[in-house]
């Protein structure tokens, strides 16, 4: 059983910074993709950042120079550094990810998709 677990939201003022993690946890051959979504209140869920297993990082619009993604593969764990937040950065973040299990010696594999739970982070002004 493959579990992500975020952690690291809260609250914070305008201008504040948040750090979000997301572990991952379960029998796992790999980690490829690790991607971070958010969806605030009454809005669709929308695509915050992506790292490859390279550590190769894309962002939104939004996003790009007050968000930083990373990864720890040892830990199986990505990070999500947010910076100068204000109240549109509201809303519950997820991360997700793409994960191979290895089923036999010869390579044979699969990739299935995962979510998190979700961690609510709320900016006031």
């Known amino acids: 059983q493959v579990q992500l677990v975020e952690s690291g939201g809260g609250s914070v003022h305008s201008g504040g910074s948040l750090t979000l993690s997301c572990a991952a946890s379960?029998?796992?051959?790999?980690?490829?993709?690790l991607r971070w979504h958010r969806q605030a209140p009454a809005e669709e869920r929308e695509w915050v950042a992506v790292?490859?297993?390279?550590?190769?990082?894309n962002y939104a619009d939004f996003a790009k120079g007050r968000f930083a993604i990373s990864r720890d593969n040892a830990k199986k764990t990505v990070y999500l550094q947010r910076n100068s937040l204000n109240p549109s950065d509201t809303a519950v973040y997820y991360c997700?990810?793409?994960?191979?299990?290895?089923?036999?010696?010869?390579?044979?594999?699969?990739?299935?998709?995962?979510w998190g739970q979700g961690t609510q982070v709320t900016v006031s002004s």
């Open positions: 790292i490859n297993n390279a550590g190769s990082p």
């Open positions: 379960g029998r796992i051959s790999r980690i490829n993709t």
């Open positions: 997700n990810a793409d994960v191979r299990f290895i089923v036999n010696v010869e390579g044979g594999y699969f990739d299935k998709n995962y």
